[in-house]
């Protein structure tokens, strides 16, 4: 089939890399978001979509609004069969959506109904989930609710970040992909409308979503950590000052300490929460590099009773 595939960030690569690869299908396009300052110069660069696109000589379409009419345009005269989309990041328009005679076919980093929209992986790490996948699915007007061509699983390791999560979900994804444009081209698969059961959402996680609360037990505080992983990056104050935690563990032996309270020592550094502590592994103070918890509480000397969490970022 002769494809325009949709895509923007990193996690998007490995089924574009998969799709060019394949014998049976034409990556004619890409579709992607504009280019973005990045960087301390703000520098405009393009996505790592485009990026990708570009060394391999595929046509790179950055419409501002995927009803622009000159994208439309541009995408009807390329005809496309089919058109796979792997977090693009805009909502797509029925005028945009009639184009392809196949449609748009998304990649889904959820087993749906579950976790539709923006942020299925964090989610899933939040919420404690034992097993996730990926999904691929007819795009309609609605959120992540067309029907689904096929899914695959993953299971969530009990130290896994979102970040981690998701790099495996992108590789064995872009499989399921490949096999979903396969069987559209052969015509021996088609779409099964989801469950009205089990339906659960996934929105955007926000800087304030990834504060802290050590008032919560000590394994919602880690599922919290490793679900803002690598972004947006949970954080807490100390000192008036944004801490980010980069890496805790649940300590079940020390229950000991107050919510937030602080205990230092010479290897390690526990801080409380609503059941027993965690310790702190790794952290980044406002305007450092991530460090050891044990590094950073022996540089801030850490006073007996010091609690994170409490007050406002000055």
């Not at 050891?292 to 801030?300: H, N, P």
Request: glycine fraction near 10%; hydrophobic fraction near 40%.
């Amino acid at each position: 089939m002769k494809l325009v595939f949709a895509g923007t960030p990193e996690v998007a690569v490995p089924a574009l890399d998969a799709l060019i690869a394949s014998e049976l299908h034409e990556v004619a396009a890409v579709v992607t978001r504009p280019d973005a300052p990045a960087g301390r110069g703000r520098r405009l660069v393009p996505s790592p979509v485009a990026e990708r696109a570009e060394e391999a000589g595929i046509e790179v379409l950055k419409p501002h609004r995927p009803r622009d009419e000159d994208f439309l345009a541009r995408l009807r005269e390329i005809g496309p069969d089919c058109c796979p989309v792997v977090a693009y990041g805009a909502l797509l328009p029925r005028v945009a959506l009639d184009v392809p005679v196949h449609g748009w076919v998304n990649l889904h980093f959820s087993l749906l109904p579950a976790w539709r929209g923006a942020a299925p992986v964090q989610h899933a790490v939040m919420a404690g989930d034992d097993i996730t996948g990926a999904a691929t699915f007819l795009i309609e007007e609605g959120l992540d609710s067309g029907p689904v061509y096929g899914t695959i699983t993953e299971q969530v390791r009990p130290t896994d970040t979102s970040g981690d999560l998701l790099t495996r979900l992108s590789l064995a994804g872009a499989g399921l992909l490949v096999a979903t444009m396969d069987g559209i081209e052969d015509g021996s698969l088609k779409p099964l409308p989801q469950p009205g059961e089990g339906i659960s959402l996934a929105p955007k996680v926000t800087v304030e979503d990834a504060r802290v609360d050590f008032d919560a037990p000590a394994l919602r505080v880690d599922r919290v950590v490793r679900g803002c992983t690598p972004a947006p990056g949970a954080w807490t104050v100390f000192r008036g000052e944004r801490l980010k935690l980069v890496q805790v563990t649940p300590a079940p032996d020390r229950t000991d300490l107050a919510p937030g309270e602080l205990a230092p020592g010479k290897q390690h550094v526990y801080a409380g929460t609503g059941s027993h502590a965690v310790e702190l592994l790794w952290v980044q103070a406002q305007g450092k590099k991530p460090m050891r918890g044990a590094d950073w509480a022996r540089g801030v000397r850490i006073a007996p009773g010091e609690r994170l969490g409490t007050g406002d970022v000055g």
